[in-house]
């Protein structure tokens, strides 16, 4: 059974600090996802990452992904309120597996 | 462009009832999954169908069963609801299928069961 893990599970950033988000996955897989959730709001896609070695950058959050080591992250840098959400990243191209999410609070 | 349309958004239902929700994908979407999202359980996968056909399913009792229209768009049901079933339902859809292409998400149908 695949096994999407993440930590941590909260994070309290402080304004204008880098952070760093893990994600870890129990098999194979090729394409990773990262998802935003507002609170009572639904997902928002964030990167598709594709292949091993892929990184992708928005604004202030990166993502990468190393297929070998099962494990992507997504990285804030100078994080700002606007980014206070629920991080998702989900594998498994045939049946999304999500993983329990980080729930990121920005203070000042 | 039309995002993923769910309807309805809230509804409260009570025990043994049941429960029909509806999803309508991005036009050209062919691929439509859904997901089941509680505190407890966090985000889980109830099934997904492309071109009419349920392709994965999670592993959510027979209570739970969907289908899909020729025009893509999807229905899911919940029979004789528990307690357990209040949650919030989210639909996805994908050009090509879950896994393959990015999904996207409607607002969800926010289900509670008393």
């Known amino acids: 059974e695949l096994k999407v893990e993440q930590n941590p599970l909260f994070l309290s950033m402080q304004e204008g600090k880098n952070y760093t988000i893990y994600c870890n996955y129990s098999?194979?897989?090729?394409?990773l996802y990262w998802y935003r959730q507002d609170p009572g709001k639904s997902l928002e896609s964030l990167f598709v990452?594709?292949?091993?070695?892929a990184v992708k950058q928005e604004g202030r959050l990166m993502a990468s992904l190393d297929t070998k080591a099962r494990l992507s992250t997504l990285h804030i840098t100078a994080a700002v309120h606007d980014l206070s959400a629920t991080y998702f990243c989900a594998v498994d191209p045939r049946k999304l597996s999500f993983g329990a999410g980080t729930t990121v609070t920005v203070r000042a | 462009k039309a995002g993923v349309t769910q309807t309805p958004r809230y509804l409260i239902k009570t025990r043994g009832q049941q429960v029909t929700l509806s999803c309508s994908p991005i036009?050209?979407?062919?691929?439509v999954s859904w997901y089941q999202q509680t505190p407890g359980q966090g985000l889980q996968f109830l099934f997904e169908y492309f071109s009419e056909t349920q392709r994965n399913k999670g592993n959510f009792p027979g209570r739970f069963s969907g289908r899909q229209f020729s025009n893509s768009r999807s229905e899911m049901n919940v029979s004789t609801l528990e307690l357990g079933d209040s949650a919030l339902y989210l639909c996805a859809s994908s050009r090509e299928g879950a896994g393959t292409g990015e999904l996207f998400f409607g607002e969800g149908s926010r289900l509670t069961v008393l």
């Open positions: 036009s050209g979407h062919r691929s």
């Open positions: 990452l594709l292949s091993n070695g």
């Open positions: 098999t194979t897989s090729d394409r």
